[in-house]
C-alpha cells in the first residue's frame, strides 16, 4: 500500500509490530513454529512495519537479519529505540541513561536493516517527563550524533513542546538536526499528550502514528499495551488527517502511516481503511477483516469487492476539520 506518482512521494501504510493483531492471521499462524511466518504474511498487505518489540528488549543481528529475509524487496522496517535511550528506564525516580553495552547492542541490531536498504527510520519515543528544557534538547542533539546517517524520528510525550511559543521553536530545532517530527493522534486530555499536527522537518520522512482515541485507558496502569490502545477509528474520523498527509507527500517528502491501536485487529483494519482513504488501493483484507469492519459500519465497505487478492503463497470522535502541514 504505496502511493507512487511522478508528481509525488510515496505514502506507505502500516502499522506498528505485526505479531499481536488478532483475527487477522490464518489460525496455522498462530501456533509453534508457524507464528515465525506471520511478517511474511503480514508483508503480502503492507509495504512498512515499525518494530516495537526493540523497545522492550535488543534483538540480535541475527534475528533482525531473520525479518530481512522474511519480507520482499523494497518492504522497510521502521525501528522503535530501546527504552535506556528514550529515558524510560529510572532508578530512583531518575532517568537512567544506557550503558555503553545497551548503546553499542542497539546500534549492531540496525546493522541488518541499515545493509540490505530496509532501514527506514529510528524512532525515539520520549516519555510524558522528557518535557522542553535546555538539557532535552541536547539529548536531542545526542541522539542526532548517535545515528549519524539514520533517518532519526522523535515522538513527544509532553505539550511543552508544542503549546505557546514552543511549537515554532520545536519545529526548528529538528530541522536544524533533520529529525523527522512524528506527528501523534492521540487521546487529548491532559499534558502528557501531544497535539494532532503534522510538520515537515526533515525532506527525508514524515510520519504520523495513531495510537487511538480511548481516553478512559490513556493514564491508566494496564496489563498489556491492547488495552491501552483499545479503540477502533471510523474512517471519518481518518479522514481529518488526509490532507496533512498528501500534502507532504506533494512537497517531495515520502510519509509513513502506522496505525498503534493493537487491539484485536484494530490496528489493521483502520491501515486498510486509511489506505483507501489515501487511494492507495489496497490489498483484499482478509475475511476477519472484513466481520470487523461490517459490525463497525453495518457493511462491507464497497471497494473491498472489487479490491486485489494479496500475492500468498499459503492460506489467507467523528471526523472533524482537515489538519494542516507545517513546512
Not at 513454529?33 to 504474511?41: G, T, V
Not at 532519526?152 to 530541522?175: K, M, Y
Not at 462491507?300 to 500475492?311: D, I, M, R
Amino acid at each position: 500500500m504505496e502511493k507512487k506518482n511522478q508528481a509525488a512521494a510515496e505514502i506507505r501504510v502500516g502499522t506498528c509490530n505485526w505479531a499481536d493483531h488478532k483475527a487477522f492471521y490464518p489460525e496455522e499462524l498462530e501456533h509453534g513454529r508457524r507464528q515465525r511466518d506471520k511478517l511474511s504474511y503480514y508483508a503480502a498487505f503492507f509495504p512498512v512495519v515499525e518494530i516495537d518489540t526493540t523497545f522492550y528488549g535488543i534483538p540480535t543481528p541475527r534475528v533482525v537479519q531473520g525479518w530481512v529475509d522474511r519480507t520482499p524487496p523494497g518492504f522497510l522496517f521502521d525501528v522503535k529505540a530501546f527504552r535506556s535511550l528514550t529515558g524510560h528506564e529510572r532508578e530512583g525516580g531518575t532517568p537512567r541513561p544506557p550503558t555503553p553495552e545497551e548503546e553499542r547492542d542497539f546500534l549492531s541490531a540496525l546493522a541488518p536493516l541499515r545493509d540490505s536498504g530496509r532501514l527506514a527510520a529510528v524512532c525515539y519515543q520520549f516519555p510524558p517527563w522528557f518535557t522542553n528544557r535546555p538539557d532535552s534538547r541536547e539529548r536531542l542533539l545526542e541522539v542526532r550524533e548517535r545515528h549519524p546517517d539514520d533517518i532519526v524520528a522523535v515522538e513527544f510525550r509532553h505539550r511543552s513542546w508544542f503549546d505557546g511559543d514552543a511549537l515554532p521553536q520545536t519545529e526548528e530545532l529538528l530541522r536544524e538536526l533533520d529529525t523527522v517530527l512524528v506527528g501523534v493522534d492521540a487521546p487529548q486530555i491532559g499534558s502528557g499528550t501531544a497535539p494532532p499536527h503534522m510538520a515537515i522537518t526533515s525532506p527525508r520522512l514524515c510520519i504520523a502514528r495513531f495510537h487511538g482515541r480511548n481516553w478512559r485507558t490513556w493514564y491508566k496502569r494496564v496489563q498489556t499495551t491492547a488495552e491501552r490502545f483499545d479503540f477502533l477509528y471510523k474512517p471519518a474520523q481518518l479522514q481529518s488527517w488526509t490532507a496533512a498527509i498528501e500534502a507532504a507527500a506533494d512537497q517531495g517528502v515520502p510519509v509513513h502511516v502506522l496505525l498503534n491501536n493493537n487491539a484485536s485487529n484494530y490496528a489493521v483494519v483502520n491501515a486498510f481503511d486509511m489506505a483507501q482513504l489515501l487511494g492507495l488501493s489496497p490489498r483484499k483484507p482478509p475475511r476477519q477483516v472484513r466481520e470487523t469492519m461490517r459490525e463497525r459500519d453495518g457493511r462491507v465497505p464497497a471497494w473491498v469487492e472489487s479490491a486485489p487478492e494479496p500475492p500468498l503463497s499459503s492460506g489467507e470522535g467523528e471526523g472533524g476539520a482537515q489538519l494542516s502541514l507545517t513546512v
